[in-house]
């Protein structure tokens, strides 16, 4: 099936003729007598054309039956009929398929093309009809009858409708953009009337079915004035399309322009399978592969009816998608099955963590009440501890443990309690809250969720975080948990919460109640030691590109480390420090550099600099000077409380960045011994007559709490009589004006600073004595712990005598 080219107008030459090369004669456009003794024309069918006498056009064919026609009549010499095809579907036209009247036509030239096809520049001579067909294969061959053209009776008639043909002609040329403006030249230079009949039949936008018709007229006068009829409908048509686009665009302001792009995007939509309907029918289809109950199914019918009333270009409707595709991609009654495998859990545990025993005693517990009730509502855990002790990895090795999905929450710096329950639907960029768009996380609605910082929620104008916590962390309340943004309850009584905190001051009275405590003490030397032998070094080694082979620390070079390199009470200094020598000795290896695999403390210092002057207990000869103990966001430490008198009029005096809970403890500890300057063996002149300054080193440092009342009742009484206190001794405790020493918290923490600063003795309340004996003996074996109830009994125990 042959494939029509529409004629170029920009390579008419002057002559009013389409493309014609230099090589072509002109005697090839003419008819010579041979062509009268050809009998037996080739029939060669095309479609979406019709070839009109005296016009040369281009015809592409590309069948090889069609292409061998070609070659053959013009190795022979020969004319070729040219029919057109009454359907342009039909693939390979049958005799009946093709119109029984066409154009002789002589073959100016074959130009062959890369792709196989070939190109044919053709001239019409003169129509013609079917006599009868002598051959259909390769190719049609016909006997067939020349028809003439019967002229005009009425010339001047006949003169006029051309002209108005060739003025018609111009005015379509001119205001259809998509004809060039050369056809007005080739339309112009065209002299003969019938020839520009020819032309303007050809290359007019006519249906196949009308310029067929056209051919088939033998009367010129008809043929011209039913052209003109159609032109003047083409351009009818033009003039509407010209006027309708004019005005279109006249009127089109921003808004609509864009309703008119967004309704073709919608017709795309529609063709490719997007749009509303689309979106409803794939809502359905996830919504259909959900157990729900009937509430939640009735919300979600009431919702996708309220998408489906919507317009696809309405700015709600976008809301109204997204929350649909949020609400079916949370996992509605999907739980994942729980590991009740406790000697495993046990494993998975000790080899992810060292020591913590507690805690991991208190996660076995669960796991068996689980095992045995198979319906227990999760417990909120909160980890409590200083950095670096593994409390958030802790939420994921319970979540190994337990075979269940792990998320993690960050709650620092959340000040905003749409945060937690999500937006209304209503505001611009509304979304769900961090609990539920971690459910739809996991994809389960049983997962461990670490609520990491918990002590770090503030207030703000846009509400209180830790509030909204107390529905989320209720198991009596969370099993129809209301977001905001959802609108409709979830149940979170499944979910394991387990929170993470620095300290317990910051967090509401209320959300504690909710929540188990669990205490994490800072790590021991020991533990340290430990730690870093099994987990830090070797994952520093795997980072570094580094083997087990590049180096080696043994125990006491990890003790330099820790005790001259770091001061923390986890591990997340040390392990920098480690990855500090890690990337040394991974420099000393690719600059292919020797060095001693076996890294020794000199080697160390090196590396990570100067060792820190450790805080160590003193020993003065200075009466008025106590070592205290002090808890820490980073665990426990030791601090020096100093006093001096000076001539005066018994004032006191305080420095050291010191809060007012602490001045009030020195305020307390004066007014003490001015009340019992006798039984404390003090002189009353030199209370009247000495001011005394207390001061604790490290000013820049905030120091605040009542954990230092015992060190400086203490301390004022060592200036006053001048009696140095013990060597290697230290205290904490809270003192009242009756004499009696309070307990105060953090003991562990406080404990464990002071074994590592070579503490010997340690002064407590006796209300203390619970918080020491749930400590491991082994962390404070070298150490004397003296419980005391009143103030006394702690400067009998500290005093030299």
Not at 498 to 515: F, K, V, Y
Not at 760 to 776: G, Q, S, Y
């Given at each position: 099936?042959?494939?029509?080219?529409d004629i170029n107008f920009d390579d008419i030459a002057d002559d009013g003729f389409s493309i014609v090369t230099e090589e072509i004669n002109i005697a090839d456009f003419m008819e010579t007598k041979e062509d009268d003794k050809q009998t037996i024309f080739p029939i060669l069918a095309v479609r979406n054309m019709v070839m009109f006498p005296n016009v040369v056009i281009p015809i592409t064919a590309g069948r090889k039956n069609s292409i061998?026609?070609?070659?053959?009549?013009?190795?022979?010499?020969?004319?070729?009929?040219?029919?057109?095809?009454?359907?342009?579907?039909?693939?390979?036209?049958?005799?009946?398929?093709?119109?029984?009247?066409?154009?002789?036509?002589?073959?100016?030239?074959?130009?062959?093309?890369?792709?196989?096809?070939?190109?044919?520049?053709?001239?019409?001579?003169?129509?013609?009809?079917?006599?009868?067909?002598?051959?259909?294969?390769?190719?049609?061959?016909?006997?067939?009858?020349?028809?003439?053209?019967?002229?005009?009776?009425?010339?001047?008639?006949?003169?006029?409708?051309?002209?108005?043909?060739?003025?018609?002609?111009?005015?379509?040329?001119?205001?259809?953009?998509?004809?060039?403006?050369?056809?007005?030249?080739?339309?112009?230079?065209?002299?003969?009337?019938?020839?520009?009949?020819?032309?303007?039949?050809?290359?007019?936008?006519?249906?196949?079915?009308?310029?067929?018709?056209?051919?088939?007229?033998?009367?010129?006068?008809?043929?011209?004035?039913?052209?003109?009829?159609?032109?003047?409908?083409?351009?009818?048509?033009?003039?509407?399309?010209?006027?309708?686009?004019?005005?279109?665009?006249?009127?089109?302001?921003?808004?609509?322009?864009?309703?008119?792009?967004?309704?073709?995007?919608?017709?795309?939509?529609?063709?490719?399978?997007?749009?509303?309907?689309?979106?409803?029918?794939?809502?359905?289809?996830?919504?259909?592969?959900?157990?729900?109950?009937?509430?939640?199914?009735?919300?979600?019918?009431?919702?996708?009816?309220?998408?489906?009333?919507?317009?696809?270009?309405?700015?709600?409707?976008?809301?109204?998608?997204?929350?649909?595709?949020?609400?079916?991609?949370?996992?509605?009654?999907?739980?994942?099955?729980?590991?009740?495998?406790?000697?495993?859990?046990?494993?998975?545990?000790?080899?992810?963590?060292?020591?913590?025993?507690?805690?991991?005693?208190?996660?076995?517990?669960?796991?068996?009440?689980?095992?045995?009730?198979?319906?227990?509502?999760?417990?909120?855990?909160?980890?409590?501890?200083?950095?670096?002790?593994?409390?958030?990895?802790?939420?994921?090795?319970?979540?190994?443990?337990?075979?269940?999905?792990?998320?993690?929450?960050?709650?620092?710096?959340?000040?905003?309690?749409?945060?937690?329950?999500?937006?209304?639907?209503?505001?611009?960029?509304?979304?769900?809250?961090?609990?539920?768009?971690?459910?739809?996380?996991?994809?389960?609605?049983?997962?461990?969720?670490?609520?990491?910082?918990?002590?770090?929620?503030?207030?703000?104008?846009?509400?209180?975080?830790?509030?909204?916590?107390?529905?989320?962390?209720?198991?009596?309340?969370?099993?129809?948990?209301?977001?905001?943004?959802?609108?409709?309850?979830?149940?979170?009584?499944?979910?394991?919460?387990?929170?993470?905190?620095?300290?317990?001051?910051?967090?509401?009275?209320?959300?504690?109640?909710?929540?188990?405590?669990?205490?994490?003490?800072?790590?021991?030397?020991?533990?340290?030691?430990?730690?870093?032998?099994?987990?830090?070094?070797?994952?520093?080694?795997?980072?570094?590109?580094?083997?087990?082979?590049?180096?080696?620390?043994?125990?006491?070079?990890?003790?330099?480390?820790?005790?001259?390199?770091?001061?923390?009470?986890?591990?997340?200094?040390?392990?920098?420090?480690?990855?500090?020598?890690?990337?040394?000795v991974a420099l000393q290896t690719a600059m292919e550099k020797e060095y001693d695999p076996k890294i020794t403390i000199e080697k160390i210092d090196e590396i990570l600099g100067v060792p820190h002057q450790k805080n160590l207990s003193e020993i003065t000869d200075v009466p008025g000077v106590v070592t205290g103990l002090a808890w820490t966001s980073v665990g426990g430490d030791i601090l020096f409380i100093e006093s001096i008198l000076s001539?005066?009029?018994?004032?006191?005096?305080?420095?050291?960045?010191?809060?007012?809970?602490?001045?009030?403890?020195?305020?307390?500890?004066?007014?003490?011994?001015?009340?019992?300057?006798?039984?404390?063996?003090?002189?009353?002149?030199?209370?009247?007559?000495?001011?005394?300054?207390?001061?604790?080193?490290?000013?820049?440092?905030?120091?605040?709490?009542?954990s230092a009342g015992i060190a400086m009742l203490t301390s004022m009484v060592s200036s006053f009589r001048n009696i140095k206190v013990k060597p290697h001794l230290a205290m904490t405790g809270e003192i009242t004006l009756r004499g009696k020493v309070l307990p105060v918290g953090g003991i562990k923490e406080k404990l464990l600073a002071a074994n590592r600063a070579g503490i010997k003795e340690v002064i407590l309340c006796d209300a203390n004595?619970?918080?020491?004996?749930?400590?491991?003996?082994?962390?404070?074996?070298?150490?004397?712990?003296?419980?005391?109830?009143?103030?006394?009994?702690?400067?009998?125990?500290?005093?030299?005598?």
């Amino acid at each position: 099936m042959e494939e029509f080219e529409d004629i170029n107008f920009d390579d008419i030459a002057d002559d009013g003729f389409s493309i014609v090369t230099e090589e072509i004669n002109i005697a090839d456009f003419m008819e010579t007598k041979e062509d009268d003794k050809q009998t037996i024309f080739p029939i060669l069918a095309v479609r979406n054309m019709v070839m009109f006498p005296n016009v040369v056009i281009p015809i592409t064919a590309g069948r090889k039956n069609s292409i061998k026609l070609l070659e053959d009549a013009q190795k022979k010499g020969e004319l070729i009929g040219i029919l057109s095809q009454k359907n342009s579907t039909v693939e390979n036209p049958e005799i009946a398929d093709l119109y029984d009247i066409g154009t002789l036509t002589k073959i100016i030239k074959i130009i062959k093309l890369p792709e196989g096809n070939v190109t044919v520049i053709t001239k019409g001579f003169g129509r013609f009809k079917i006599k009868e067909f002598s051959q259909t294969k390769p190719y049609f061959k016909a006997k067939i009858t020349k028809l003439k053209d019967t002229p005009a009776k009425n010339k001047e008639e006949f003169e006029a409708i051309m002209d108005n043909i060739r003025n018609l002609s111009k005015e379509i040329v001119s205001k259809d953009a998509t004809i060039p403006d050369a056809a007005n030249f080739a339309i112009s230079n065209i002299t003969d009337h019938s020839d520009l009949l020819n032309f303007i039949c050809t290359n007019a936008q006519f249906k196949t079915e009308d310029k067929q018709m056209l051919l088939s007229e033998k009367n010129l006068a008809t043929r011209a004035a039913k052209c003109y009829q159609l032109l003047h409908e083409d351009f009818q048509k033009l003039e509407l399309r010209n006027q309708i686009h004019a005005k279109t665009s006249k009127d089109l302001d921003k808004q609509q322009r864009e309703y008119f792009l967004n309704q073709q995007i919608k017709t795309i939509q529609d063709e490719i399978g997007g749009g509303a309907e689309s979106d409803a029918e794939e809502l359905q289809l996830k919504a259909s592969k959900i157990k729900w109950n009937d509430e939640i199914q009735e919300h979600f019918e009431k919702e996708l009816g309220r998408l489906q009333r919507q317009h696809p270009n309405s700015p709600d409707y976008n809301v109204q998608r997204n929350y649909l595709d949020f609400f079916t991609d949370l996992p509605w009654e999907k739980y994942s099955k729980d590991i009740f495998d406790i000697l495993k859990a046990e494993r998975v545990l000790d080899r992810a963590h060292f020591g913590l025993e507690d805690i991991k005693k208190r996660i076995l517990e669960h796991i068996a009440v689980l095992k045995l009730k198979n319906n227990m509502k999760s417990p909120i855990l909160c980890l409590v501890g200083p950095p670096g002790v593994g409390k958030t990895s802790l939420g994921k090795s319970i979540a190994d443990s337990l075979g269940r999905k792990y998320v993690r929450v960050s709650l620092g710096g959340l000040h905003d309690e749409s945060e937690i329950r999500g937006h209304r639907k209503t505001y611009i960029g509304a979304m769900a809250g961090r609990i539920l768009q971690s459910i739809k996380k996991s994809g389960t609605s049983n997962p461990v969720i670490v609520l990491d910082e918990i002590d770090k929620v503030t207030a703000s104008a846009h509400g209180d975080p830790s509030s909204a916590l107390l529905e989320v962390l209720d198991p009596e309340q969370n099993h129809a948990f209301y977001d905001n943004y959802l609108e409709l309850g979830y149940d979170l009584s499944k979910v394991m919460f387990i929170a993470t905190a620095n300290t317990l001051s910051t967090i509401q009275s209320p959300l504690l109640d909710r929540m188990e405590i669990i205490q994490i003490a800072g790590y021991t030397l020991e533990e340290k030691i430990e730690i870093a032998k099994r987990h830090l070094m070797k994952k520093q080694l795997a980072e570094n590109g580094l083997t087990a082979q590049s180096y080696k620390l043994g125990s006491a070079e990890l003790k330099h480390i820790i005790d001259a390199h770091t001061s923390e009470s986890g591990v997340r200094s040390l392990e920098k420090k480690l990855a500090a020598i890690s990337r040394w000795v991974a420099l000393q290896t690719a600059m292919e550099k020797e060095y001693d695999p076996k890294i020794t403390i000199e080697k160390i210092d090196e590396i990570l600099g100067v060792p820190h002057q450790k805080n160590l207990s003193e020993i003065t000869d200075v009466p008025g000077v106590v070592t205290g103990l002090a808890w820490t966001s980073v665990g426990g430490d030791i601090l020096f409380i100093e006093s001096i008198l000076s001539e005066g009029k018994g004032n006191l005096t305080m420095t050291g960045n010191l809060g007012n809970v602490m001045k009030e403890s020195a305020t307390i500890a004066l007014e003490y011994i001015k009340a019992k300057y006798a039984d404390l063996g003090i002189s009353p002149e030199n209370i009247k007559e000495k001011n005394i300054h207390v001061h604790v080193p490290e000013g820049a440092t905030p120091k605040d709490g009542p954990s230092a009342g015992i060190a400086m009742l203490t301390s004022m009484v060592s200036s006053f009589r001048n009696i140095k206190v013990k060597p290697h001794l230290a205290m904490t405790g809270e003192i009242t004006l009756r004499g009696k020493v309070l307990p105060v918290g953090g003991i562990k923490e406080k404990l464990l600073a002071a074994n590592r600063a070579g503490i010997k003795e340690v002064i407590l309340c006796d209300a203390n004595r619970k918080d020491v004996e749930e400590i491991k003996k082994d962390y404070i074996k070298n150490m004397k712990v003296s419980y005391v109830k009143t103030m006394s009994e702690v400067i009998a125990l500290a005093l030299e005598k």
